[in-house]
């Protein structure tokens, strides 16, 4: 049973280009969350989504980040004109429920950004 | 909205002697609390986590409180070995989808 798959897990990208990670959750999930990690700091919640549906997505810049998660395949955070500012550890965690009673997150193994 | 902090940012203990990590929450409506252990270059991992209706859970070494008077709980490891060295978050949750993760603590047990 494999866990929360992310891939790329090391992506370098110049100013101005585009980043897509993504993310297959654990099977039999259908929940997934994105975090993002700045070095030596904690997890900020960013995204979570439900199959073809946004449900939160308070902790996502406004500009350049957007999140998907297709009925078909992984969920993608895409970020466009990246920034060195953008450089961070960004994590996805899979949950079998949302809404009801408490979540369980399991994460992947993360996709670590680098911006030159 | 919800914060929660965690103290200390960094520990050091000796191999056999015990660690103790602690977090606060602001909101009184969470009623769940995950522990997470993260070591260097993967993603963290639940160790262990208490919901509201009970103060204390324990598993082998590794033990959590719950104050919820006081809205604080408490992560305690017994008898440290060299392989708990990581970085712990503690988390709280309301029972709906989001999660909110202490700053973390890094923890080093010496040999």
């Known amino acids: 049973n494999a866990g929360v798959m992310q891939n790329p897990r090391h992506l370098v990208r110049r100013r101005g280009q585009e980043a897509r990670l993504r993310c297959s959750p654990m099977k039999g999930h259908s929940h997934v969350y994105w975090y993002r990690q700045l070095p030596e700091e904690g997890l900020k919640f960013m995204v979570y989504?439900?199959?073809?549906?946004?449900?939160?997505e308070s902790g996502m810049p406004k500009e350049r980040f957007s999140a998907e998660f297709p009925k078909e395949g992984p969920s993608i955070l895409r970020i466009q004109q990246v920034v060195r500012g953008d450089s961070a550890a960004y994590f996805c965690?899979?949950?079998?429920?949302?809404?009801?009673?408490?979540?369980?997150?399991?994460f992947g193994a993360g996709s670590r950004l680098t911006v030159l | 909205g919800e914060n929660v902090e965690q103290h200390p940012s960094t520990l050091s203990v000796q191999e056999g002697d015990s660690a103790v990590i602690k977090c606060t929450y602001s909101d009184s409506a969470s009623n769940y609390f995950p522990w997470y252990k993260q070591e260097l270059g993967k993603g963290p991992q639940l160790i262990i986590d208490i919901r509201s209706n009970v103060g204390e859970k324990k598993d082998q070494r590794i033990a959590v409180t719950l104050n919820k008077t006081a809205k604080h709980f408490s992560l305690h490891i017994t008898e440290t070995q060299p392989e708990d060295s990581a970085v712990y978050f503690c988390a709280a949750s309301t029972g709906g989808f989001k999660t909110i993760f202490g700053a973390g603590t890094r923890l080093f047990v010496k040999a």
């Open positions: 989504l439900q199959k073809e549906n946004i449900i939160d």
């Open positions: 965690a899979s949950s079998p429920r949302g809404n009801s009673g408490a979540n369980v997150l399991t």
